[in-house]
């Protein structure tokens, strides 16, 4: 039997940051023909934009690259993690707010800042909420996005290969 590992990126609305990286992360799981032993999705820690497409800034973006947005908005609940393999914070706000979900102890292999699988990242963790930015904010979370996801896949093979063992 295949196992599947399943991973959640997590934002504040779940219309900006975490779409973008479950479309440019589903995009690059398909390319590897992982998309049935890979589960991918997104949510945030507020319930403000709960069934809101992503936002058009961002679509547009992700556009301009070949990637199309599809989710909608969904807010994380605690019970979640239960059935969860990684749960990817976007920044240290987001990943408090998970923190206070759930016991440390039940977290600590499966809850990560995002940026920690970035090879860039130089000490910051954050990707930058370009909510009430300008344009150039979503560009810069694209390119974040972009050069992270290839390492959160190289994990969660990793963790698959594990659960074969
Ligand atoms: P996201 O961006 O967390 O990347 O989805 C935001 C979206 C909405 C708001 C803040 C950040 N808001 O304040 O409504």
């Given at each position: 039997m295949n196992s599947t590992v399943e991973v959640c990126f997590v934002c504040l609305g779940n219309i900006c940051r975490s779409p973008l990286a479950q479309g440019v992360f589903t995009a690059l799981v398909r390319k590897e023909g992982l998309q049935d032993r890979i589960i991918i999705s997104s949510a945030g820690v507020s319930h403000w934009h709960v069934g809101s497409p992503p936002d058009a800034r961002m679509q547009q973006t992700a556009r301009s690259h070949g990637i199309q947005l599809n989710s909608r908005g969904r807010q994380f609940q605690?019970?979640?993690?239960?059935?969860?393999d990684l749960v990817l914070a976007m920044d240290h706000s987001n990943l408090s707010a998970l923190q206070q979900m759930r016991p440390m102890a039940e977290l600590h292999d499966k809850l990560f800042l995002f940026r920690s699988f970035d090879p860039q990242h130089n000490n910051d963790l954050e990707v930058p909420d370009p909510y009430y930015g300008g344009g150039k904010g979503f560009e810069v979370v694209y390119q974040i996005v972009e050069r992270t996801c290839p390492n959160v896949l190289k994990h969660l093979k990793t963790r698959l290969a594990k659960k074969h063992e």
């Open positions: 605690g019970s979640d993690f239960k059935r969860m």
